[in-house]
């Protein structure tokens, strides 16, 4: 049976040399129980000396998982030295034939020579101590002679396996039964052929020795056909390590684990104890060294390209030069090239696109093989292969990491470094399906306009900065900037209460004065905090909680710190409803504005004698939801989604083509339009009312423009001169709610308006004893001081008729003359009330409110 060649190179001797002083001493004691009587024959010894020598020099090396199996013909010339030579004579051919072979043509020295020196004494000892007791007295040439031979063979050999995985073992310090199973699989079916071909010998040398000739060719035949078919299989096995090589080479993943896969792959398919694949440093990337070393597994560092002196034989690789370090059966660390060289080795370069390095395989795992030419252009495949799908792993490693940086770019904030509001979002969301307690905290700052508005935006930037950086450090949880003046901290696991503390002392060091641009700049800022709770649905049951609505929950809350200038609020159950509304209405404002916001109209008629002159255009809005949606809530939404621009002029489109309509009809009507501060602050307001005016052919001093007290006060200067230019189209222009507002009398002065229209707070109690008629009477009497008109707002009954008109007001509007109409209904009203108008009508009761 053939042996393990060696598996390492630095044997650990001390087992060793124990093993070779057992098997020494077994041997010696066998011989010493043996009896050396038998047939001696110096002819016999002389030709079975060579016959051993020869079985060791015609092996055939079959290599195995994790190292080689040598297969020789040593059974033929054990079996003839069993039949045909005395015990001690045996022993002495078959331990000197071998050992010479082994010095002579193997090389061998040392401890690996005494070892298997003193095995080969302990197999031949053995089996002529046991060949004699199997054969008793029955001729070598009989079946029991057959069986006794093959019997002692497969002991031997069974005992010659043993010996050297304990061997490897020892020196590895680690029992590998892998290595003990690899030799009786391979072993033991070769040893029974070639006993039986001793056997046929033993025949013929008893029989017919003239045959022998024919079974030597015989044997020889076979020894290359052997041979042949384990290169065909060696080769076979290449290939599909080849084309396994390949196709991972294919595959795309990571540079380092590609490298790994490579460079074990590469040891693997060269049968090397190590393999080393290295890549400099340069445009594709850092430089590294992934080495693979047979049951040592696979390692990698980064390499700066700086030599080292183990490097020396391959480095020429790295030039484009291949190399191959080749042995000539010396042992290992004996190699041609430098000192620090191994015994055999091929280096290849690696060239792509981004990849410049090499592969370098080293160590024949067997020592009766080194690499050859074959090897070479083999390991160049490779490498083609190598470089390619490096360079490929590259550009993915690359691509990842470009992925990896988009990614973190849509997760933060670029101003701040802050995570985003996609990112507070994604993590409100796992904490809800977690069911986890917590709250959230919505932070922002009061005064941070001004801040632009004033230094500007690039010290606005700054402030965002110093405040993100003090949040970052003081927050308890997890800080995000949801955009503009707004920043959020998660706080997984506290109460609501305890975040209202948290949300308190974060405000409070937001507050400090920061350092802008050398300028000390202090904002206050004021917070929302939303329990975990507060992101259920509306209704009893509630719903599924969502990352919006907690949104949304702590956005309510901060507004309405803000509104109270309380510093910090906490959101309560009844501000969701408030919030949910305001959002559907600002949701269905702009279909609305399509098809869905109406004008009516209230009626206005001169207090002496009840004859209509115009009509005030009031909005309606009835929602599917919530019914009519009072007029201020419309104008508010519109506001806050900025559509205000659009319902103004809807408004006003829609009250001078109903104009139109009565005029046609015969009735030459004024119109009267309410508008916001915010459409007085607006330049374009002019521009729109002329455009109306000429798309109706309205004549200008037929449009009354209505604008509140506090709305002509709010920004004097600015409302002047649109009012100015307004007027300067002809238009007519009114100050609403007199007398509720804090207007000064000196800007009501310069403002170019034609009339005042007295509050209904003040007209429903002039019926009752107080100070209301001399508020009115005041009012009227200033108004006609500055050339003004007065219009009595809210008469509903005759007495408050007949009082305003006593106290000098020139018109009135109200339920007492009428409710406010639908477009369609106008005309018809106008037609009956124009056939019973008179002083009269004052004298009527008002109709019911019902």
């Known amino acids: 049976m053939g042996k393990i060649v060696e598996r390492c190179r630095r044997l650990r001797v001390e087992p060793v040399h124990a093993l070779v002083a057992l098997q020494a001493a077994l041997a010696g004691g066998v011989l010493l129980l043996t009896p050396g009587a038998g047939n001696a024959s110096a002819l016999w010894w002389w030709a079975l000396l060579p016959l051993f020598a020869a079985a060791e020099v015609l092996v055939v090396h079959v290599p195995t998982e994790r190292s080689s199996h040598a297969h020789t013909l040593r059974e033929v010339p054990a079996v003839l030295g069993l039949v045909f030579l005395a015990h ?10 071998s050992t010479l072979a082994l010095l002579l043509w193997a090389r061998q020295r040392g401890t690996k020579l005494a070892f298997n020196a003193t095995m080969f004494a302990l197999e031949a000892s053995v089996g002529s101590a046991l060949y004699p007791l199997l054969l008793g007295g029955a001729e070598a040439s009989d079946p029991r002679g057959w069986t006794a031979a093959l019997a002692a063979v497969l002991v031997t050999d069974l005992l010659a396996a043993a010996a050297v995985t304990a061997a490897i073992s020892a020196s590895e310090g680690r029992y590998d039964g892998q290595l003990l199973r690899e030799a009786l699989r391979g072993g033991l079916v070769a040893a029974m052929i070639n006993t039986c071909l001793a056997l046929l010998v033993v025949v013929l040398v008893l029989e017919s020795p003239g045959a022998l000739p024919l079974l030597g060719a015989v044997l020889l035949l076979l020894v290359a056909g052997y041979r042949a078919y384990v290169r065909l299989g060696s080769g076979y096995g290449r290939l599909q390590l080849l084309y396994r090589f390949v196709g991972a080479a294919q595959r795309p993943g990571e540079g380092g684990a590609t490298a790994a896969a490579l460079a074990e792959d590469a040891r693997e398919l060269l049968r090397a104890d190590r393999a080393e694949l290295v890549l400099l440093p340069g445009a594709g990337g850092p430089g590294a060294r992934t080495a693979a070393v047979r049951d040592g597994g696979v390692s990698t560092r980064d390499w700066d390209g700086s030599p080292a002196p183990d490097d020396a034989w391959w480095r020429p690789a790295l030039d484009g030069e291949p190399v191959l370090l080749r042995h000539a059966g010396r042992p290992r ?7 620090a060289a191994p015994r055999d080795g091929i280096a290849v370069p690696l060239r792509a696109e981004g990849v410049r390095g090499a592969l370098v395989v080293a160590e024949r795992l067997f020592e009766e093989e080194t690499f050859s030419q074959q090897d070479l252009r083999l390991l160049e495949t490779l490498g083609a292969h190598a470089a390619v799908a490096l360079d490929r792993a590259r550009l993915v490693d690359r691509l990842r990491a470009v992925a990896a940086q988009r990614e973190h770019e849509a997760l933060h904030d670029a101003l701040t470094g802050l995570p985003n509001r996609r990112w507070l979002t994604a993590q409100l969301d796992a904490l809800l399906r977690a069911g986890d307690a917590g709250a959230l905290v919505l932070l922002g700052l009061d005064d941070f306009r001004d801040v632009n508005d004033t230094l500007g935006h690039s010290a ?16 308890p949880g997890a800080v995000a900037r949801l955009g503009g003046d707004e920043f959020a901290v998660l706080l997984p696991g506290v109460a609501v209460d305890a975040a209202v503390d948290v949300a308190a002392a974060l405000a409070h060091g937001v507050g400090r004065a920061a350092d802008v641009q050398g300028l000390a700049v202090t904002v206050q800022a004021s917070a929302g905090v939303a329990g975990l709770g507060a992101g259920r649905g509306p209704g009893p049951a509630g719903g599924p909680a969502t990352a919006e609505a907690l949104l949304s929950a702590a956005d309510v809350a901060l507004c309405r710190a803000k509104e109270r200038r309380s510093a910090v609020e906490a959101y309560r159950p009844e501000d969701g409803e408030a919030t949910r509304r305001r959002m559907v209405l600002a949701r269905d404002l702009p279909r609305a504005l399509e098809d869905g916001i109406e004008v009516w109209f209230q009626p206005q008629a001169r207090a002496a004698d009840g004859a209509v002159t115009g009509a005030e255009a009031l909005l309606r809005w009835e929602h599917p939801r919530y019914g009519a949606v009072p007029p201020p809530e419309v104008v508010a939404v519109a506001e806050r989604t900025g559509l205000l621009r659009r319902l103004t002029d809807r408004v006003l489109a829609a009250a001078l083509a109903a104009r139109a309509d009565w005029a046609r009809a015969g009735h030459e009507l004024d119109v009267s339009v309410n508008v916001t501060a915010a459409d007085v602050a607006d330049e374009g307001l002019v521009a729109a009312v002329a455009a109306a005016l000429a798309g109706t052919a309205t004549p200008p001093a037929r449009l009354t423009v209505e604008i509140t007290e506090s709305g002509a006060m709010e920004d004097p200067e ?12 002809g238009v007519r222009l009114s100050v609403d709610d007199f007398g509720t507002g804090h207007s000064s009398l000196a800007y009501l002065d310069r403002l170019p308006v034609h009339e005042v229209k007295v509050d209904r707070s003040f007209v429903a109690r002039l019926d009752a004893a107080g100070s209301d008629a001399t ?4 009012t009227v009497a200033l108004a006609h001081q500055l050339g003004l008109q007065v219009v009595a707002e809210g008469v509903e009954v005759p007495a408050q008729w007949r009082a305003v008109a006593d106290l000098g007001c020139e018109l ?4 007492g003359l ?8 106008v005309l018809a009203w106008l037609d009956a009330h124009r056939a019973g108008a008179g002083p009269g009508l004052r004298g009527q009761p008002a109709a019911s409110r019902g």
């Open 775 to 778: 508020v009115v009477r005041t």
């Open 812 to 815: 009135v509007q109200g339920y």
């Open 718 to 729: 600015r409302c002047l001169a649109v009012l100015d230019r307004l007027a300067g189209l």
């Open 818 to 825: 009428a409710r406010p109409l639908p477009p369609e209904a």
């Open 88 to 97: 001690h004579d045996y022993v002495l051919a078959h331990v000197l034939g």
């Open 333 to 339: 660390g004996t190699g041609d090239g430098p000192a």
């Open 460 to 475: 606005g930037d700054a402030l965002l900065r110093s405040v993100a950086d003090r949040l970052r450090t003081a927050a």
